[in-house]
Structure formats: structure tokens, C-alpha cells
């Protein structure tokens, strides 16, 4: 194993609170046990790890995400996501096989939305071949998780957002009885609401998106009581 990544693990481990991992791993369904440190210490002892030991160097990065990736609780992946965003805008252009691999293993909703809305859009606006070649293979990948992720990637792209591509993406999921592609549909056409309304509204009223995806997606709009020529 990685140095850094026992010398994580030795921290965490110092630093666990059984009276809290039952219930946050019960709030995660079970899926993963935890330490029981809480999104607080966890910050505070990314920073502690961080002086102490310093960053992975990017040659690093990928065996020490993997490391991270292989320990039972779901705190070290957390943390391990966190030190990859310090470094994201420095990554190189193959490292979309460590996001891959990182999207595909231990799959769940918080840490694909991590990478996805963070890591993932930020090392795809830098290189754009990159994105064209992965997204060709994932949106049509039986693994969901990919299919997610092709979903957000764009999530705080704002006006940068290429929408004739999202909506692609969203009619290859037509008809989708998966909650995770359908509350993903939603969520990207909302947080894309929020930059112009008018074209999100057409959108949906046009397009045969499942019930919870027209719901995410108009719900920011209807809290605001946008109309399609109201300004943003």
C-alpha cells in the first residue's frame, strides 16, 4: 500500500467515533461502513493529513486513490476525493482512467457526484478529446454510474454548458426506470434552469421525461415562479 495512504488510514483510525459509524452508515443504506467522523473533523483532519504529510504529487495520485479506494471505510474515499480536487486543474490527460475506475468501483451516489460535478467536468473542459473518447464509450455503458456521470459532468458549467449535447444525453435515457439516471435528469436540467429558463421549460414540455425528472427539473423554476420571459 502507498505510504501515504497507511499514513492516512493510521490518522483516521486514531480519530474514529464508533458511537457515529452505525448511523451514517445507516443514513448511506448500508453500503459501506464507517469510521464514524463526520463531514467537520473530516475536513479538519484533511488539513492536519495535509500539513503533515503534504499532497500526493501527481505521479502518486493514482496509486494512492486506488489505496484509498481498497480500504473498507467510506471516509478514506471521501477524503481521497478531497486531496484530488486540490490538484484537479493539474492533472494530466489520461487520468480519465483513474476517474473511471474511481466512477466503476464502490459505486454510489456520493462519491460519483463528487467526481462528476468537481474533478470530472473541471478535466474535461481542459481537454476536450479526452471527453469526446470517454463519453462515446460511457453513455452507452450498461454501467449506470457512467451513464450518471455523463449526465453532470456539466453541472456548473453555467452559460458554458453545451445543452444540445445534455439533451442528447437525456433521450438516450428516455424511458429509463433506473432512480439514479432519472433523478440525475432532473438535477442537470434544473442546476441548467437557473442560466435560461425558457429553453429548460420547452424542454420539458416537449420531451417524455419521466415523472421524478420533470419534477427536479422544474422545481427551482416553480419555487421562483419563473416564467419563460421572465430574466434570470
Known amino acids: 500500500m502507498h505510504p ?21 452508515s445507516a443514513y448511506m443504506r448500508n453500503q459501506f461502513p464507517y469510521l464514524g467522523i463526520k463531514s467537520p473533523r473530516n475536513a479538519e483532519l484533511q488539513q492536519l493529513f495535509i500539513r503533515q504529510h503534504g499532497l500526493p504529487t501527481l505521479v502518486d495520485m493514482d496509486p494512492f486513490l486506488r489505496d484509498c479506494w481498497s480500504l473498507p471505510e467510506r471516509e478514506y474515499q471521501y477524503t481521497a476525493l478531497g486531496l484530488l480536487a486540490r490538484v484537479e ?10 476517474l473511471e475506475y474511481l466512477l466503476v468501483t464502490k ?4 462519491t460519483v457526484d463528487t467526481i462528476s460535478g468537481g474533478t470530472l467536468g473541471i478535466h474535461f473542459q481542459r481537454y476536450p478529446l479526452e471527453r469526446e473518447i470517454a463519453l462515446a464509450r460511457w453513455r452507452v455503458s450498461a454501467n449506470f454510474w457512467l451513464r450518471r ?35 440525475a435528469i432532473g438535477w442537470a ?3 441548467y434552469s437557473r442560466i ?3 429553453v429548460v421549460l420547452d424542454f420539458v414540455a416537449n420531451t417524455n ?7 427536479e427539473a422544474l422545481k427551482w423554476l416553480n419555487k421562483h415562479q419563473q416564467t419563460p420571459n421572465a430574466g434570470l
Open 4 to 24: 501515504l495512504a497507511i499514513a492516512l488510514q493510521d490518522l483516521y483510525q486514531q480519530n474514529a467515533d464508533p458511537s457515529q459509524a452505525g448511523p451514517m
Open 89 to 98: 486543474k493539474n492533472l494530466p490527460a489520461n487520468f480519465t482512467t483513474t
Open 107 to 110: 459505486s454510489w451516489w456520493d
Open 149 to 183: 456521470a455523463c449526465l453532470l459532468f456539466q453541472l456548473n458549467y453555467k452559460q458554458e454548458t453545451d445543452f444540445p449535447l445534455l439533451s442528447a444525453i437525456i433521450r438516450e435515457n428516455l424511458g429509463s426506470r433506473e432512480f439514479f439516471i432519472n433523478k
Open 189 to 191: 436540467l434544473r442546476q
Open 196 to 198: 435560461n429558463a425558457p
Open 209 to 215: 421525461l419521466h415523472p421524478l425528472s420533470a419534477r
